[in-house]
């Protein structure tokens, strides 16, 4: 019953509305009810309530053209009907075809589809004059000469009525359905402005009426000032706004023109009613059209910009977007906020093991269990691949909110064909306080809390807190990061060198290890391996590294030629990460065919824990690389595993014996015995072994009588700048041939 009362009333409304705007229409046409008017309002009244309502709308126009005829406007009864055919058949006819064919009732702003409805206003009007004036011709109304003039008039009418008033009223009616798009594109101008345009339009309708008084020849003309601006209106002001402003100026300025107030001279023959059509739609129609182009240039501004904005995937916003929401959340005064970052555990696992499209499958319904749990004013972006954040107000169940994020995700299956899906995710949890807290720290708190999450297994959520000396540890381990790209970007790195000198008879080359110095900016200090190195490992840029030292040892080399036939080894360390690129023996292979270093000159040092990772990936790298001349040696040899059966599938030629059992031998028996342990390993598979961190004398005696064959340490040299190592003598004097 609400619906059906609600109709009544709509149709209540409509048949008023037409009833009226046909009643001004007789005004215009004061010479009889044989006359035509010069505009048919209801003509745009009728094609906007049946474009938005419906065919079922039609009553609303025949109904009030019968008192019309009757009593306010008689005329005889056989002209009765043909006048309600001539305005309810066009009109039903073109909106069926419209609703059939197009989607020109969608108030979109298009000027395609204005130029459409436009083109289906002409063949109303022409399909309305003829019926029309077929009709007035039977009753007596018009003579066979006066015809063709009768409906031209006829036609010029309904097109000026509906070019005038159904786009205001299509969009007043329709207004809902794209107002939060609209409130996203429209200009919103200050009221200042807004008071100066209605100000100014005001006095441009008060010189039009004053320009007809003094001089009517150029009264028409001065209607170009209200023009311009509704052309303001149409290019600052929300389309809805412009369209209406438009329909109140073309429809006054159709009634004064026509009635001949203000100035005018109201038109006599066919040629001045023509002339003056032509001129009302040509200012009826340059508004709407340029409203169309530019809101349709700010709807497309909008989706580019919602498309930088948002992850296709999910449909979230993506990581600009939220980095603009947190700056927003810290611009404000109060209150505290909480940077929640999720990340999916093991998600690696999901992709690796079904495919990306089955990853793509969970983050998509671990986006839609966020979303859900998403409440008013909080925040949701997808910061990329498996990870998200949230911005919430710091309220009181703040930590339980996060605890129920967990529990959810943790909760969530998804089938893949005849697998399920599941995984759990680790939340990072970072207040925040706008009045003293900076975007990258917030962030950097929230990633560094999420990484100590997943340190502990995951599945939970791990609070930052300024006093966690673990959180502190990640957050410098990231400015880390940061700061050895820049290095890398800046040439911020030094070579060294240490030499490996053999324990039996002499050197007659330099075998020696290039070690790496970091030089903090501005010509600072240089700082030790062990403060960057475990950072760039950490956050894979391991390999970045590698091959920027081997490069940089390269270019040293290519730039000193005169020193490589001094050479016989040159020890260069590669990270674990590296093991596992596949393309890194392509790059050496590439980099080694420009220099005037040869391959048998390179020996690259690995650590047994990084080749046990992956002894397989580990095994073809290093077969890859002897296959072009290189050299390997496995360093901190005897740390990482109890049973060394592993060796058989790495072919290496130095086993580097660990500082730690070197330097403890002098007191511990145990010490000893790995030494001498690893010394008859090398002996069986005929790989040589060095001796790390000799620091005295009698160790390297020591060691020589064990028969270790190489030593490395400071009882033989420090490392030293590549360009002094090699301006110096070499360790014990020893005679270089070339």
Same mark, same amino acid.
């Given at each position: ?12 409304? /409509? ?24 505009? /048919? ?29 009757? /009593? ?5 009864? $056989? ?43 002409? @063949? ?107 052309? !303001?209106?149409?290019? %600052? ?5 412009? #369209? ?18 203000? @100035? ?25 059209? #340029? ?6 240039? +700010? ?19 993506? %990581? ?8 927003? !959340? ?68 703040? &930590?339980? =909110? ?10 969530? +299956? $998804?089938? /893949? ?62 400015? !880390? ?74 270019? !040293? ?6 020193? $490589?036939?001094?050479?016989? &080894? ?16 392509? =790059?050496?292979?590439? +980099? ?9 000159? $390179? ?20 077969? &890859? ?24 599938? #790495? ?11 070197? +330097? ?75």
């Amino acid at each position: 019953m609400p619906g059906a009362w609600l109709t009544a009333k709509r149709f209540f409304a /409509w048949t008023l509305a037409y009833f009226g705007a046909a009643m001004v229409a007789v005004w215009f046409a004061p010479q009889g009810p044989d006359a035509v008017s010069l505009i /048919w309002p209801a003509g745009g009244i009728a094609f906007a309530a049946l474009m938005v309502h419906g065919l079922r709308y039609w009553p609303i126009i025949a109904l009030p053209l019968v008192p019309l005829h009757v /009593w306010i406007l008689p005329t005889p009864w $056989l002209f009765v009907p043909f006048s309600i055919a001539a305005n309810v058949l066009p009109v039903c006819l073109a909106v069926y075809l419209i609703h059939r064919m197009t989607r020109a009732s969608d108030p979109g702003f298009r000027i395609g589809t204005g130029l459409q409805l436009l083109g289906f206003g002409v @063949g109303i009007s022409i399909l309305s004059a003829l019926i029309g004036v077929t009709g007035m011709w039977f009753s007596g109304m018009a003579t066979p000469e006066t015809v063709p003039a009768r409906m031209a008039a006829w036609a010029m009418a309904d097109l000026v009525g509906m070019v005038t008033v159904s786009p205001a009223l299509m969009t007043l009616l329709r207004l809902n359905e794209f107002q939060p798009l609209e409130a996203d594109v429209a200009v919103k101008p200050r009221r200042l402005e807004f008071v100066l345009w209605t100000a100014a339009f005001l006095a441009g309708l008060l010189v039009l009426w004053f320009s007809g008084q003094l001089q009517s020849h150029f009264a028409l003309a001065v209607a170009c000032l209200p023009l311009a601006l509704i052309v !303001w209106a149409a290019l %600052r002001f929300q389309p809805v706004f412009a #369209l209406v402003a438009n329909m109140v100026f073309a429809s006054g300025l159709a009634t004064v023109a026509a009635l001949g107030l203000g @100035g005018f001279q109201a038109p006599d023959t066919l040629g001045e009613t023509a002339a003056l059509t032509c001129f009302l739609l040509v200012v009826a129609l340059i508004p709407p059209i #340029l409203t169309a182009a530019n809101y349709q240039l +700010r709807v497309a501004s909008h989706r580019q910009l919602r498309r930088a904005r948002h992850d296709a995937m999910t449909r979230l916003p993506n %990581r600009p977007a939220f980095e603009i929401e947190l700056k927003k !959340w810290l611009s404000r005064s109060t209150p505290r906020g909480v940077l929640l970052y999720v990340d999916l555990d093991q998600f690696k696992i999901i992709n690796d093991s079904l495919s990306h499209a089955a990853g793509d499958a969970f983050v998509l319904g671990a986006a839609g269990i966020l979303k859900s749990r998403l409440g008013p004013g909080q925040f949701l972006a997808r910061m990329g691949g498996d990870e998200f954040a949230l911005i919430i107000d710091d309220t009181g169940d703040v &930590r339980t =909110f996060a605890a129920g994020l967990a529990e959810s995700i943790a909760a969530l +299956r $998804l089938p /893949w064909f005849e697998q399920v899906m599941a995984t759990t995710a680790s939340i990072g949890a970072a207040p925040f306080d706008p009045a003293s807290d900076e975007f990258g720290e917030v962030l950097a708190r929230a990633d560094a809390a999420c990484q100590s999450a997943k340190d502990q297994g995951g599945n939970q959520v791990f609070w930052a807190d300024g006093g966690d000396g673990g959180l502190n540890e990640k957050r410098n381990a990231m400015r !880390w990061a940061v700061r050895l790209t820049a290095a890398m970007d800046e040439d911020r790195f030094r070579l060294h060198c240490q030499s490996i000198v053999p324990l039996k008879g002499q050197a007659m080359r330099r075998h020696f290890e290039v070690l790496l110095r970091l030089q903090e900016a501005g010509e600072g200090n240089l700082l030790l391996p062990g403060q960057f190195v475990p950072a760039a490992e950490r956050f894979n840029l391991g390999p970045r590294l590698d091959r920027y030292v081997f490069d940089r040892t390269l270019r !040293w080399f290519e730039a000193s030629p005169n020193v $490589l036939d001094q050479i016989e &080894r040159i020890s260069v360390n590669l990270s674990a990460a590296t093991l596992m690129d596949e393309g890194f023996p392509d =790059f050496v292979r590439k +980099r080694l065919g420009d220099s005037v270093v040869r391959p048998e000159q $390179l020996c690259f040092e690995i650590t047994e824990t990084s080749a046990v990772r992956d002894l397989a990936k580990a095994a073809r790298l290093i077969d &890859r690389m002897r296959e072009q001349g290189a050299r390997f040696a496995l360093d901190d040899f005897g740390t990482g595993f109890c049973s060394f059966a592993y060796l058989a599938s #790495l072919r290496v030629d130095y086993f580097k014996i660990d500082g730690s059992f070197v +330097r403890d031998m002098g007191h511990s028996a145990l010490a000893q015995s790995i030494v001498r342990a690893i010394i008859d390993i090398g002996r069986v598979t005929n790989t040589l072994t060095v001796a790390e961190c000799v620091e005295t004398t009698a160790l390297r005696a020591k060691l020589g009588s064990l028969g270790v064959d190489f030593a490395q340490g400071y009882a033989i040299d420090r490392p030293r700048d590549i360009s002094e190592f090699f301006s110096a003598p070499p360790p014990d004097a020893v005679a270089l041939v070339g």
